[in-house]
């Protein structure tokens, strides 16, 4: 069974930091780009907060959160994770990793509907 699993959410100041991570498992990530989205409190829709190229040369980050939360990946571990900084309230939402097949490896994509796989989220909660 292909899944991505995600783990590291939890309560955490403003200004504080949490790494999350996401891990598959069925299959190998060296094949696919990642991403992370969010899901905001009475918000219907994900809104995506990074992602990186199958490669891992290539990254993203919208400005809602550039130069504050950081993707790396390490396919030898078949994992992913996001390292969020200077967190802020307005960043408590549920956080999805998924995992893409893109054309070329050094491709990345912030559209949810090019993920193929989706994890079940984690809940984040900046709050004092």
């Known amino acids: 069974q292909l899944q991505v699993k995600e783990s590291g959410g939890g309560l955490v100041q403003p200004g504080g930091s949490l790494r999350l991570s996401c891990a598959a498992s069925?299959?190998?990530?060296?094949?696919?780009?990642m991403g992370w989205f969010r899901q905001a409190p009475g918000n219907p829709g994900k809104e995506g907060v990074s992602?990186?190229?199958?490669?891992?040369?290539?990254?993203y980050y919208p400005d809602s959160v550039k130069g504050r939360f950081t993707i790396s990946r390490d396919n030898a571990k078949n994992t992913v994770y996001l390292q969020m900084d200077r967190l802020k309230p307005e960043d408590t939402a549920v956080y999805f990793c998924?995992?893409?097949?893109?054309?070329?490896?050094?491709?990345?994509?912030?559209?949810?509907?090019?993920?193929?796989?989706w994890g079940l989220g984690t809940q984040v909660t900046v709050s004092s």
């Open positions: 992602c990186i190229s199958t490669s891992g040369g290539s990254t």
């Open positions: 069925g299959f190998t990530l060296d094949d696919y780009a």
């Open positions: 998924a995992a893409a097949q893109l054309p070329y490896s050094s491709m990345w994509s912030i559209d949810a509907e090019e993920y193929d796989y």
